[in-house]
């Protein structure tokens, strides 16, 4: 069976997979400075990090409406089912939408196939589904047995967050300014993690970025024994990146990984030099 892979600009996706895949995705909205961007992993604003920095205000962010999931699943050949992995409902209204945009078209084409998945993640650790998606669609199975598997993989997945500065945080009114002051002060960084209802939340404040990248890579083994495959987003600091990955590859025998840049969304909320990585508990 023919079957089309769908996400939101809420996922970061290395454009390898995205082409290797035929990933269709659904822009989601940012506005910064008086202006409007549609984002997706395929996207780009030229100099975002600056503008971000020097902006009054933290860009904001909003979803796709129903009419833009509904106008993409309409473009997609009729005989094809569709998977759609939403960023987590935690966190945003995307899946809402993705889901109204999914009744509207059933209400014009009652047989066709489409699945919403909330994936309770987002940024790398949606790529690391569609991933895990694309191998199981080597194997040619049934839609009704992808979906399965694809829901049983989700509430499998663990997803976290180390940020290297507050800024963000501070300005966009999640940390008060006092506190973050003092914060920053002191050195202290902030490991985040996606909640099993999909939801941000802070799992430990640790002193000093040494201290944090240790921590950073130590949780992995306190989640998992599966070292199969793990994702990794990265806010402006490749090098950075590749060297965690390099201290990860090291101390965990992962078989696979993937590296990519976080898109305007994410880097919204972690900041510059933020990371993010995604793997499977079992």
Same mark, same amino acid.
Not at 22 to 29: S, Y
Not at 39 to 64: F, Q
């Given at each position: ?110 047989? #066709?196939? &489409?699945?919403? +998945?909330?994936?309770? @993640?987002?940024?790398? *650790?949606?790529?690391? %589904?569609? =991933?895990?998606?694309? /191998? ?78 240790? #921590?950073? &890579?130590?949780? +992995?083994?306190?989640? @998992?024994?599966?070292? *199969?495959?793990?994702? %990794?987003? =990265?806010?402006?600091? /490749? ?44």
């Amino acid at each position: 069976m023919d079957i089309q892979l769908m996400t939101d600009g809420g996922a970061d996706i290395p454009a390898t997979l995205q082409q290797k895949l035929n990933i269709d995705v659904v822009p989601l909205n940012i506005q910064i400075n008086g202006e409007r961007y549609k984002v997706s992993p395929d996207s780009e604003i030229e100099n975002y990090y600056t503008l971000m920095e020097e902006a009054d205000e933290l860009p904001k962010s909003s979803a796709p409406s129903p009419q833009d999931f509904y106008e993409a699943y309409k473009q997609v050949d009729e005989n094809k089912a569709i998977l759609m992995l939403s960023i987590s409902e935690g966190v945003s209204g995307t899946y809402q939408s993705a889901v109204m945009g999914k009744d509207m078209l059933l209400d014009e084409q009652p047989d #066709r196939q &489409i699945e919403i +998945i909330n994936t309770k @993640t987002a940024s790398c *650790g949606i790529a690391l %589904l569609l =991933h895990e998606a694309g /191998k199981k669609l080597a194997q040619d199975v049934h839609f009704h047995d992808l979906v399965s598997h694809m829901k049983e993989r989700a509430e499998k997945l663990s997803t976290l967050f180390v940020l290297r500065t507050l800024d963000n945080l501070i300005k966009g009114g999640r940390l008060d300014k006092v506190k973050g002051a003092i914060a920053k002060t002191l050195n202290i960084k902030l490991l985040l993690h996606a909640t099993d209802e999909g939801t941000i939340d802070v799992a430990e404040k640790v002193r000093g970025n040494k201290k944090a990248m240790r #921590r950073f &890579i130590d949780q +992995i083994g306190e989640h @998992t024994k599966n070292f *199969g495959t793990i994702a %990794l987003a =990265h806010g402006n600091t /490749k090098e950075r990146a590749n060297k965690v990955l390099t201290d990860i590859k090291e101390k965990y025998s992962f078989q696979e990984s993937l590296i990519m840049d976080m898109g305007p969304l994410i880097a919204t909320y972690a900041g510059q030099g933020g990371l993010v990585i995604s793997f499977f508990r079992d």
